[in-house]
């Protein structure tokens, strides 16, 4: 099956700092990524739609100066957090469409970034 | 290796009940959720379990079983919107996601 992965696992950053993750689609492209947040035992938050070649979609209220996206190729996103703070603390979850799978509109989800701001 | 598996697709009734299972393998377990997800929209938290036995929620409830590496996602008195996805997701030991490829459901009138 379509498998995507996260890196880091979790990271520890100190405030003020960026961050970056990664969210890779590992056997499949993936034109179209998710990027959500999700704090415990709480529905997971869509972010930003992030589309291979163009500019990323933002939900509301998401600042897009803080949540940089970049999604350079067809296996390949970023979420870099900018200027973290504690805040930011929370659970990052990618997912990936495989378009040319069986089922377009199934979602592979990401094992999540667990990142933690002191 | 760490693995989840659920049925791809179910078909039930509307006004009747539905069983989704999910049996999980994973290095280590932190409990167990369940999402449901509408297309095009993001996944909606429905529970989770991490002790043994089964939880009810109105008219959806969640079973597990550790010992079994299984759970199961109970929906009564179904309606047409419960039509969706339903995912499994386990937290292993390092309290990461394992993802099931997700139960599309589908009530016929």
């Known amino acids: 099956g379509a498998v995507v992965s996260q890196h880091p696992s979790w990271v520890i950053c100190k405030s003020g700092t960026s961050v970056k993750i990664e969210c890779r689609s590992l056997?499949?492209?993936?034109?179209?990524m998710f990027w959500y947040r999700q704090f415990p035992k709480q529905s997971l938050m869509l972010m930003a739609t992030s589309n291979e070649g163009s500019k990323a979609t933002y939900e509301q209220g998401v600042e897009k100066d803080k949540f940089l996206i970049n999604h350079a190729s067809l296996t390949l996103s970023t979420l870099t957090v900018t200027s973290a703070h504690p805040e930011d603390s929370s659970f990052y979850i990618c997912?990936?469409?495989?378009?040319?799978?069986?089922?377009?509109?199934?979602?592979?989800f990401g094992p999540g970034t667990r990142l933690t701001v002191l | 290796g760490q693995n989840i598996d659920q049925p791809t697709e179910m078909t039930a009734t509307e006004g009747a009940i539905v069983q989704i299972n999910c049996t999980y393998q994973?290095?280590?377990?932190?409990?167990l959720f369940w999402y449901q997800q509408h297309a095009g929209e993001a996944p909606t938290f429905l529970s989770y379990n991490v002790l043994d036995g089964l939880e009810e929620k109105g008219r959806f409830s969640s079973f597990l079983s550790r010992s079994k590496g299984y759970s199961y996602l109970l929906l009564k008195e179904l309606q047409m919107k419960d039509s969706a996805s339903y995912l499994c997701a386990a937290l292993d030991s390092n309290y990461q996601l394992i993802w099931g490829a997700g139960t599309k459901l589908i009530i016929k009138p």
């Open positions: 056997d499949f492209q993936a034109t179209t």
């Open positions: 994973t290095s280590g377990f932190n409990g």
């Open positions: 997912s990936a469409r495989d378009l040319s799978g069986r089922d377009s509109d199934t979602q592979y």
